[in-house]
């Protein structure tokens, strides 16, 4: 079974970086897509950034687009995510999962294998 384990998380002010690892501890991801998500309080969890097996494709939502870069090292077995221009709205818990395919997906449905996740609190 896979076992994601987000970190990096943390408290920032606007304007600044974080960058997010997850690691998978079973090496079982490498071949599936991968993505992150997040929930804010109150809010239902929504998709921010996916990337395929072999990191050709991405795909990002319009909210952090130009701001938040995904990446992985399949050698490493680890997913990333760099936040850049962080802002108060993108406060939430952040989750790494693993798509059930090869492909990038933004549907948390075909999403099987999920972290724990790591919170990221942005002060204006």
């Known amino acids: 079974q896979v076992q994601l384990v987000e970190s990096g998380g943390g408290l920032v002010q606007a304007g600044d970086s974080l960058t997010l690892s997850c690691v998978d501890s079973?090496?079982?991801?490498?071949?599936?897509?991968m993505g992150w998500f997040r929930q804010a309080p109150g809010k239902e969890r929504e998709f921010v950034a996916t990337?395929?097996?072999?990191?050709?494709?991405?795909i990002y939502a319009d909210s952090v687009k130009g701001r938040f870069t995904i990446s992985r090292d399949n050698v490493k077995n680890t997913l990333y995510l760099r936040m850049d221009n962080l802002k108060p709205e993108d406060t939430a818990v952040y989750y790494c999962?693993?798509?059930?395919?090869?492909?990038?997906?933004?549907?948390?449905?075909?999403?099987?294998?999920w972290g724990r996740g790591t919170q990221v609190t942005v002060s204006s």
């Open positions: 990337i395929s097996r072999t990191g050709d494709n991405k």
């Open positions: 999962a693993t798509n059930l395919y090869s492909t990038a997906a933004t549907s948390s449905r075909t999403y099987r294998y």
């Open positions: 079973r090496r079982t991801s490498s071949n599936n897509g």
